[in-house]
């Protein structure tokens, strides 16, 4: 898969009808059931240290 970045992901997530909470749910999941592919997934995104860690604790 190349590269995506995070506003071109979020806009794939709108377009699914996935709303603010829902994408907010979709993250505490992924944290939850996998948190290092959590990690790797923001990381492949482009996302810095500090980003990363505030997605992490939402």
Do not use: Y
Not at 1 to 9: C, R, S, Y
Not at 15 to 28: S, V
């Amino acid at each position: 898969m190349g590269k995506v970045t995070v506003e071109q992901w979020v806009e794939l997530f709108r377009e699914i009808g996935l709303k603010d909470a829902d994408m907010k749910k979709w993250h505490c999941l992924f944290e939850e059931k996998n948190p290092q592919g959590h990690q790797n997934f923001l990381e492949w995104l482009g996302l810095d240290a500090k980003r990363i860690k505030e997605v992490r604790s939402l």
